[in-house]
């Protein structure tokens, strides 16, 4: 009589349920410093990767910056009637500058009027005092301030450093608060220095002390490349509380163009690279920029666009993590 | 009673802790039951999102004597009810719970048989069995690199999923009637993952590509175990248990795959177009060896009868297991996350034999336990690492319920 039971028993082994989707992984912990991707079609308005092109303007050397609103204030040189000046266009996501392939009628506005003078690279700092405007010319690195970013039209204060032995002439550069302070960093001779800036002086800071002569905080041979370049620093602080700086950079090996990564725990010694690129698009990338961005990072880069007329150069962007497929592009804003 | 049960496992489970606990079965026995374990677990405060894992278990065990020897054998099956089987094979550099993500969810089927040839001695042994996963993908035809939506690709799937099986041992000794000591012996076993992947076919009218990719992995593997423990009734309703396991985690091996690729495609013969970059072969990948370390587990448990009457027992159990994690601190590039664990457990059993003649006998046990995942930072050595440091922390909880019948 008992044994007659178990068919019932047994049977209620078939009361299981069905299975279901996973869950897609969560995005992992992340450095926010790449490897990046490049952006892709519905990513952007006009043509992936750009975010500001056009073969008049030639759009390069990009900085960002958030605003009060957090919307992405991107700044750019550009070519205005054969002359360089400074632009700024706006977009909530990082991503719909106005400026791109598709003309709504409207320009990135002017920040730095155009001028004889050659700019070979520039970078826009906000601070709690406001904003700076730093601009490389062959013979000077000057900065200029602004109370809301949208013009830097005011007296320039020229910044001169001592010479030193690795160095030549300065070819870009980078620009960081860290610990209350303004460093500069300097690359030139395919080697980056560091310098603190007091009032319109640019000290160097040596990462090895001890040592005779003032050392490069990246040296030429770093990770896989031959010569760095287009340093730029940001400094974050890690999960428990470490201050880490990070550098994005160009690095060249045999020609061909790479973005690189390199960090210090802290704010002084000289940068880690990290072994392999972080971006590499095989287009020419300069001047790259990363800038933290809704739980990820966006890489800002100019590099050569060919539109099978000319090739001229653009600023394109890449994302962080790059496995992540970021939200069709936002509508256009403007102030 | 937190898994301190190698001298005292006294249902089905034992085919588990101890196959040689199986020769007390005294009848036909029958068991069914379901546990749900969930796993709350982050990484710098962000939830991992690892799916819980839960699924039936029953058992079937008969009993009687060969000669004089009293004998039993047994079979258990784990049967998941959301996957039959799980893998996922990840960078080495991606962080990922190890020991938790997607581990369990597999069938699991174990048979044993056990003796008991002295009064005070008892022998048993079994096979358990888990299903691994091979798999191929072919795709030939012709890809539209222009115009995506008008490629015409065809493919064929073959995937198996086949057992593997590995060994359980264990002996228990009675040296007298309040004390039992017992040895179990596990098995390592490792589920592979093999898969390989052809494409093939005309790429734009342009040229023609070729990539064939093949994958090798290990997605789950559990080290071998020796475990001892002892079971003392300290009083007439009160059963104290320690087990010490050691657990040879050294022997683990790298679930990051080991990869195999060629890639084959021409350059047109006009050149490329604008715009279109042909892919290289990826670099190789260097695997890092996990380096786990040997742990000794210990488990101690206790259980009070609160009720006992000649039909109706209801006992009450508690438990804790303190597990030092296996894995190194992963300072480098590698991401294999886990931390050091305090497991709580509580239980209670009612168990009412000959309360109707024509009913078997009924035992229903509940099951809870807790993990507390201890929050450890990890730290990178190179400021440079894209990953950086980060925080695991989390908790674990597991309910289950069994009802055995004895016919």
Redesign the interface.
């Known amino acids: ?3 007659k ?2 068919p019932v ?2 049977l ?2 078939a009361c ?5 989707e ?14 990046f991707r490049k952006l892709a079609a519905d990513e952007v308005p006009g043509v992936a990767p750009y975010v500001l092109n056009s073969p008049e303007a030639k759009y390069r050397s990009p900085s960002a910056a958030l605003d009060t609103q957090g919307r992405v204030s991107l700044y750019a040189i550009a070519t205005i009637e054969g002359q360089d000046a400074v632009v700024r266009s706006l977009a909530s996501d990082g991503r719909s500058f106005y400026g791109t392939s598709i003309d709504i009628g409207r320009k990135p506005a002017v920040v730095l009027a155009p001028s004889a003078r050659r700019l070979l690279s520039a970078e826009v700092v906000k601070s709690a005092a406001g904003w700076s405007l730093y601009t490389l010319t062959e013979d000077a690195l000057e900065v200029r301030t602004s109370q809301d970013g949208k013009g830097f039209d005011g007296p320039a204060m020229r910044l001169f450093w001592s010479p030193t032995s690795w160095m030549g002439g300065v070819e870009s550069f980078g620009v960081a608060e860290m610990g209350g302070e303004v460093r500069v960093y300097l690359a030139g001779n395919c080697q980056i220095g560091e310098t603190r800036r007091v009032g319109e002086e640019l000290v160097w800071i040596d990462p090895v002390s001890g040592t005779p002569e003032i050392e490069p905080v990246l040296p030429a041979k770093s990770g896989e490349f031959d010569c760095v370049i287009d340093p730029q620093v940001t400094v974050t602080e ?3 509380g ?1 201050a ?2 990070k550098m994005f950079y160009i690095g060249k090996t045999n020609g061909v163009h790479g973005v690189g ?5 802290g704010s002084d010694g000289a ?4 072994p392999l690129p ?1 971006f590499r698009s ?1 287009a020419l990338e300069r001047e790259p920029f990363v800038l933290s961005f809704d739980a990820g990072a966006l890489l800002y880069l100019d590099l050569d666009r ?3 007329k000319e090739i001229y150069r653009s600023i394109a962007a890449g994302t962080a993590p790059a496995d992540r497929t970021l939200p069709v592009y936002a509508p256009y804003v403007v102030d | 009673m937190g898994n301190a049960c190698v001298a005292d496992a006294r249902d089905l489970s034992a085919a588990y802790y101890n196959p040689s606990l199986m020769s007390e079965r005294k009848r036909f026995e029958a068991m069914l039951g379901y546990s749900y374990a969930s796993h709350h677990l982050s990484l710098s405060g962000r939830d991992s999102n690892i799916e819980p894992v839960r699924g039936f278990h029953a058992g079937l065990a008969t009993a009687g004597t060969f000669g004089k020897v009293p004998f039993a054998f047994g079979v258990a099956l784990h049967l998941p009810d959301e996957r039959i089987s799980r893998v996922r094979a990840l960078r080495q550099e991606e962080p990922r719970w190890e020991l938790f993500d997607s581990r369990n969810q597999r069938i699991y089927f174990a048979s044993t048989v056990a003796v008991a040839p002295l009064p005070w001695l008892e022998l048993g042994a079994g096979l358990a069995f888990m299903s691994s996963t091979r798999g191929r993908v072919d795709i030939t035809g012709n890809a539209n690199i222009f115009n995506t939506s008008s490629s015409t690709l065809r493919h064929e799937v073959d995937a198996d999923l086949t057992a593997v099986r590995y060994p359980q041992f264990g002996v228990l000794v009675r040296p007298t009637n309040k004390v039992a000591l017992g040895l179990a012996y596990r098995g390592a076993f490792q589920l592979e993952l093999d898969l390989k992947a052809r494409l093939q076919g005309d790429l734009g009218k342009l040229t023609t590509a070729y990539y064939a990719l093949e994958s090798y992995s290990v997605s789950a593997f559990l080290p071998a175990q020796i475990a001892f423990g002892g079971s003392w009734a300290v009083a007439p309703r009160v059963r104290t248990n320690l087990d010490l396991t050691y657990i040879f985690w050294s022997s683990y091996v790298s679930p990051v795959p080991k990869l195999a690729v060629e890639l084959d495609i021409p350059t047109p013969k006009e050149g490329w177009p604008v715009g279109i970059e042909p892919p290289t072969t990826p670099t190789p990948v260097t695997i890092v060896p996990i380096r786990m370390r040997d742990r000794i587990v210990p488990h101690i448990g206790v259980e009070f009868d609160a009720v006992s009457t000649p039909t109706f027992v209801l006992q009450l159990r508690a438990g804790y297991e303190y597990a030092l994690t296996p894995i190194p601190p992963q300072r480098g590039i590698t991401n294999f996350v886990d931390t050091t664990r305090h497991t709580f457990s509580i239980g209670v059993g009612a168990n009412a034999k000959d309360w109707i003649p024509e009913l078997p006998d009924v035992k229903v046990d509940l099951v809870g336990t807790y993990s507390a995942m201890v929050t450890t930072t990890i730290r990178k050595d190179s400021a440079a690492d894209l990953v950086g440091n980060y925080v695991a922390a989390g908790h674990l909880w597991n309910m289950g319920v069994t009802t055995s019948f004895g016919f």
């Open positions: 009589m008992r044994l039971l178990l028993l047994l209620a082994c299981s349920t069905l299975g279901s996973s869950e897609p992984r969560p995005l992992p912990p992340s450095s926010g410093a790449g490897p890690t999960v428990d470490q880490l700086s990564f390199a960090g210090r725990f940068f880690v690279p990290n972080v095989k060919n539109d099978n």
